[in-house]
């Protein structure tokens, strides 16, 4: 990326909705050089414009888990199965006493709890857990909460509707067509 990109970056950071036009004027280059440096930064996978859940306006709660696994290659498996749930916003297999965490968010603390309880805890590649409950995050204000109820199994390979805590203590998961919505409830 040159300075140029890093300008287009820093100006769709600030705005993500910002117009090629105004991009092309600030940079002082024509909107075709504009539209076109746009267009191979996404191709090229450098950004990535996108709608972001403001969680901050709608009190989400937040976790740290950090779990110990039995290897490293089972770690970075988990990473992988972790880094599709809707409700990790991040994920990282690390040294250390724990090999592998997660940061998790949830609409409320029982639907956090529920996950944590649910989904991770009886994984049996799962040999030590260290969590931390929070509030709502300081910062990220914002994050891609991957809101898609299109299918029946979770990410995770659980069915909510299989679930004792379903409609009790969670809402089920965003990613199925099982998810009651934000405020937990079907709509």
């Known amino acids: 990326m040159d300075e140029r990109d890093l300008k287009i970056y820093r100006m769709l950071r600030e705005n993500g909705r910002r117009k ?51 290897s490293m290659d089972e770690a970075e498996k988990l990473a992988d199965v972790f880094a599709k749930c809707p409700r990790t916003v991040f994920v990282a297999a690390t040294t250390g006493k724990y090999n592998l965490n997660l940061a998790l968010i949830a609409e409320n603390h029982s639907v956090l709890e529920a996950t944590i309880e649910n989904t991770i805890r009886p994984l049996e590649a799962v040999k030590e857990m260290d969590v931390s409950i929070g509030s709502s995050p300081a910062y990220p204000e914002f994050v891609d909460f991957k809101l898609d109820p299109v299918r029946e199994r979770a990410p995770c390979g659980k069915v909510c509707a299989d679930c004792y805590l379903y409609g009790k203590k969670c809402s089920g998961c965003p990613a199925t067509v099982y998810f009651m919505g934000l405020d937990g409830k079907r709509g």
Do not use: T, W
């Open 20 to 70: 090629v036009s105004e991009i092309a004027r600030k940079l002082g280059i024509s909107h075709p050089s504009a539209r076109e440096r746009l267009e191979r930064l996404e191709k090229r996978g450098d950004v990535r414009v996108q709608a972001l859940l403001n969680i901050k306006k709608r009190n989400f709660v937040s976790a740290v888990v950090n779990l110990r696994v039995r």
